[in-house]
């Protein structure tokens, strides 16, 4: 993992000094709101509907046990006792108090964490493949760029005050599991005649207008990594609608100007910018990949995980679900689900951190990330520990076995907090997991993604879901439109909309309608959701939502 | 004829903690809708949005929203209005946990 060297550590200390300076100047009446805002922003600081929110950066979705742990102090201490995991890798506080905030900051800073950048119209934390490092289907670990990107990012003086917010993912995998092309910009990690170097993405996005991300360059060499990430922000930066801030992400800009102009743009800025990088970042990119060695994996036999797994239904049930191929064959990747049937999906309480943060530093060579889809995952555990492990997050409620499962929902923080938020989501996702966990149905079902925004910013993901909801505000009612057939992956779609929305009352009967429509219709047992969907088109899908449209159709 | 005015009351945020607030006839903040002063003219709640607005050590940037009068005083019309006055629906948190 990566540690800070004596310049970050200054960085961060001098952001909360000033910080702290500014809130005392809020307090005491010396800044108007209005002056306030863009500071408080810069630092992750939100107002929501009931309170403040800070939103703490966890980058490329990495931390240790020690930072877990802060992070439950600081729930315990200054919240309410939970925090709540994001789409975006970070983790969000709903109620702290303003005069707190500078001291939470600091405290954060004790275990190497901040909120800069995680807010406003600047390149935002560097999402990466949750299994980076770990994963057997990767070609490299995809962080030390997402690192080396973080630090060329943080208070880049040209990058401060973009036309709008800008989001990179990094992946180093086949599998996409970042979401690489709904991003402003996705880096992957490629191989070509025995070379590394990067596929680069640009201009895919979700919210009002979603965007599938485009081949930008299908092979770039490794040192020319920032040039040209700085050539992409830069001529977007330019060139990137001011004057309407639905129009101002880069996705509207390639759509605009078209990708070959964009492409031309970023070649001309490139051969522009090129010599002025002497290589001074690829030496900082050799220290920070040593940062990123793998751990010293411990030997030893794997058959008590085997008997324990035959003898125990239980465990058998979420080792199968809950765990991801290795790259080392005696090791697993445990994915934690944050989504126990009923809870808050992406929430821990201070607690469920602690359990987490000891599990990591004693069977996890001290590493937790988090994921995209709002779980926890421990991505260096011996196969012989996984039966201690699973028996500790059973005694807090850890242990539910639904990875990628109906119940597995990405939902945002919705109405229940946002001050952005048209519907709420949060209970939408709660009682979707309640139902299907009441119908014994959820492993039969097998996997589907179902994903739950509530507003058209769609930090939920709803564009990408194989089953999408997006709760809107309809006549002063909340309504919620569902999306079908969209997909996450290499492989990714935007879903197409289903149909006349539903109430909150009538939401969940139309998801049950339409999961129970697809076990009708399904080839096989093995014919996943998303592959019916792919085969037979939406129609008979929209017939299981709308059976009297289908019936009036039929007549 | 001029449209008819939907009644209002002035809402925003406190500064220190974040809580929602509403402003009443006295000038000073309130926890609870039912005590804030219920705007019926257009002209009057504009000034009164420059008054509240004017405590800016208090509060962060009031806004104005619709209200009707109920049996105990203001209550909000739309629901996101109505969730401020209580609280998330996951956690018995908020004002509703104060009660």
Not at chain 1, 162 to 191: C, M, W, Y
Not at chain 1, 250 to 262: A, L, S, Y
Not at chain 2, 42 to 70: M, S
Request: hydrophobic fraction near 40%; charged fraction near 25%.
């Amino acid at each position: 993992m990566y540690k800070y060297n004596d310049f970050d550590e200054a960085f961060v200390r001098e952001r909360v000094s000033q910080f702290k300076g500014q809130v005392d100047r809020r307090i005491d009446g010396s800044l108007t709101e209005d002056e306030f805002k863009p500071f408080r922003l810069m630092n992750g600081l939100y107002l929501q509907l009931h309170a403040y929110m800070l939103r703490v950066a966890i980058p490329y979705g990495t931390l240790n046990g020690g930072q877990m742990r802060q992070l439950a102090y600081v729930a315990e201490t200054f919240d309410k006792g939970y925090g709540h995991f994001t789409t975006r890798q970070n983790i969000q506080y709903n109620w702290p108090k303003l005069a707190d905030v500078p001291v939470i900051l600091e405290k954060l800073a004790d275990v190497e964490m901040h909120a800069i950048q995680t807010s406003g119209n600047t390149i935002r934390n560097v999402t990466a493949d949750h299994f980076a490092g770990a994963a057997a289907d990767e070609i490299a670990d995809p962080r030390p760029i997402a690192e080396l990107l973080r630090q060329w990012s943080t208070d880049h003086p040209e990058f401060q005050a973009l036309p709008r917010k800008f989001k990179i993912a990094v992946s180093g995998a086949t599998n996409d599991r970042a979401v690489l092309r709904a991003h402003d910009v996705a880096v992957q990690v490629v191989e070509q005649d025995g070379q590394r170097g990067y596929r680069i993405f640009v201009g895919g996005g979700l919210g009002r207008t979603p965007m599938i991300g485009k081949v930008l360059r299908d092979f770039l060499p490794e040192a020319d990594l920032l040039p040209y990430v700085e050539a992409v922000v830069s001529v977007w930066n330019l060139l990137g609608r001011r004057d309407n801030k639905y129009k101002a992400r880069i996705k509207i800009t390639v759509h605009e100007h078209g990708i070959e102009e964009i492409s031309r743009l970023v070649e001309d800025r490139f051969a522009e910018i090129r010599p002025t990088f002497s290589g001074v970042d690829q030496v900082i990119l050799r220290e920070i990949e040593a940062h990123f060695a793998d751990p010293t994996y411990k030997t030893g036999s794997t058959d008590g995980f085997d008997a324990y797994k035959a003898a125990n239904p239980a465990f058998r049930s979420w080792a199968d679900t809950n765990l991801a191929a290795h790259k080392n064959p005696d090791y697993a990747i445990v994915s934690i689900s944050l989504k126990a049937h009923g809870a808050t999906p992406g929430d821990a309480s201070a607690d469920q951190m602690r359990m987490m943060a000891e599990l990591a530093e004693k069977y996890g060579h001290d590493e937790l990330r988090i994921s995209h889809e709002q779980n926890v995952i421990l991505p260096y555990v011996h196969k012989s520990d996984l039966p201690e492990i699973y028996n500790a997050l059973r005694g807090v409620e850890l242990a539910t076995a639904n990875i990628g499962l109906i119940s597995d929902i990405i939902a945002c923080p919705g109405m229940d907090y946002c001050a952005l938020a048209t519907a709420r989501s949060i209970p939408i996702a709660q009682e979707i997991a309640t139902r299907f966990d009441e119908l014994k149905l959820e492993h039969e079902v097998g996997p589907l993604k179902i994903k739950i925004s509530g507003c058209i910013n769609a930090c939920g993901h709803h564009h990408v879901g194989h089953i999408g909801i997006l709760g809107l505000d309809r006549a002063g009612v909340e309504n919620y439109q569902i999306t079908l057939g969209g997909d996450h992956t290499e492989d990714a779609a935007i879903g197409e909309r289903a149909g006349p929305g539903f109430s909150a009352d009538e939401i969940i009967p139309a998801i049950e309608r339409l999961v129970l429509g697809y076990l009708d219709i399904r080839r096989d047992a093995d014919e996943t959701f998303i592959q019916a969907f792919r085969r037979l088109g939406a129609q008979p899908f929209k017939d299981a939502l709308y059976p009297e449209k289908a019936a009036r159709n039929a007549a | 004829m001029a449209r008819e005015f939907t009644p209002k009351v002035i809402t925003t945020n406190h500064l220190l903690s974040g809580d929602a607030v509403w402003f009443t006839v006295d000038s000073t903040w309130t926890g609870d809708i039912s005590e804030a002063e219920l705007l019926e003219d257009e002209a009057h709640a504009d000034l009164r949005l420059l008054e509240a607005n004017a405590q800016r050590d208090q509060v962060t940037g009031a806004y104005l929203a619709d209200a009707k009068d109920g049996e105990n005083g203001p209550e909000p019309v739309h629901f996101r209005e109505a969730f401020r006055t209580r609280g998330p629906s996951n956690y018995n948190h908020g004002k509703q946990a104060e009660v």
